[in-house]
């Protein structure tokens, strides 16, 4: 039985928690496998048949191959391991960053510089009450 999750009422939030770490297990490996330059080049050479050697679901496949971070983090995926992905793509984790946000590299970097991304809209659903 999962705990009570009041972060669950943040909108735009996904909180890496126990349930998501079961749930993107081997996403999160196939990612940290990676690292490893012979992987690189085997991923790179044909992504599915690489993906299909990992026990993901098709879900967690197809959000790959679209590179499609944000659905990767909705089925479990740690955006520490997702890194590695956009490296190899060879892409900084702020385009992958900008990518996940809707904006341009530059926005996302001018963004953070000012400060971060607003907390309004961004509490928990209760709080604008």
Known sequence: MSLDKPYKDVPGTTVFDADMSRQGYHLNQFCMSLMKAENRARFKANERA?????????????????????????????????????????????????SMTGMTEEQYREMMVSGGRSVEGNRYTEEKK
């Open 50 to 98: 690489y993906l299909d050697e990992w026990p993901m679901s098709e879900e967690q496949k197809q959000a790959v191959l679209a590179r499609d971070l944000n659905r990767c983090i909705a089925l479990g995926g740690n955006i520490y391991f997702l890194a590695k992905i956009g490296a190899t793509d060879g892409k900084s984790f702020q385009q992958m960053a900008g």
